[in-house]
């Protein structure tokens, strides 16, 4: 799905800066960015490690705040929101996956999702029917009364897909997400989270190093040293010949 102008972005950073003290020393991690991020497409920020990409994120998360410049989640500025308004936006709009999948290896998969339901308000009844009804969809229904630690890295991925969907949040960030998977698992997440946003009309918003999911992009951003170099949609040819030109 391709965005329209009179969609409403759901994330919108100008000219966002993100500076390190240690000492006498400054480290600019995020150096004047500029983007938008829209309902109905997956947006890749694509980089090497220690680009700055997941800072990025964790500055759309509202987890950290810029040193200058505007960010806005939801339309309304990052600065508007008390911290109690954050923290439930994170935890009723906002969905996260994490390269290390963050799964809590002392509960079962099914109470692992049933988890961030409570956490919305849901009571653990619901929040157990709703779990196991998300793995069914997932086809991973089977595992919901496993371990982590019993879990291949292609299952905990999949859980943790389905945790991070489980509030159907408007909004997902995704950290390296297929670091530690084959190939062809890697594909199936990013296919899954591609579908999500177009036929839910969601964002996704996906920090990664792997090109090989570039081309189920909506748009791609090349983040170099903290910043935004080049932006592409289109073919993976294309992509490629970005990153070939600025390596």
């Not at 029917?129 to 905990?156: V, Y």
Request: aromatic share 4%; net charge neutral; with cysteine.
């Amino acid at each position: 799905m391709r965005i329209t102008s009179h969609q409403k972005n759901y994330v919108q950073l100008e000219g966002v800066n993100k500076t390190f003290i240690d000492g006498d020393r400054e480290f600019h991690a995020i150096k004047n960015v500029s983007l938008k991020a829209s309902p109905g497409e997956l947006l890749v920020l694509l980089g090497p490690s220690g680009s700055g990409k997941t800072t990025l994120l964790t500055l759309i998360a509202g987890l950290l705040s810029p040193t200058s410049g505007s960010l806005s989640l939801f339309g309304r500025s990052v600065e508007g929101y008390s911290n109690k308004e954050l923290q439930l936006l994170r935890a009723r709009r906002i969905g996260f996956i994490f390269q290390d999948f963050l799964l809590i290896d002392s509960l079962h998969v099914i109470e692992n999702i049933a988890m961030v339901l409570r956490f919305s308000g849901m009571k653990r009844s619901d929040a157990l029917t709703a779990a196991g009804k998300l793995l069914d969809q997932f086809n991973i229904g089977h595992l919901a009364r496993k371990l982590p630690s019993k879990l291949s890295q292609g299952e905990k991925q999949r859980v943790a897909v389905a945790r991070a969907i489980a509030n159907n949040p408007e909004l997902i960030i995704a950290d390296e997400p297929t670091a530690s998977l084959e190939t062809s698992q890697g594909f199936d997440i990013i296919k899954l989270l591609h579908n999500y946003a177009v036929e839910e009309e969601r964002c996704v918003i996906v920090a990664t190093h792997d090109l090989r999911i570039a081309d189920l992009a909506d748009r791609v951003m090349r983040v170099v040293d903290g910043e935004i170099q080049e932006e592409c949609s289109g073919p993976i040819a294309e992509i490629n010949q970005l990153i070939v030109v600025g390596s």
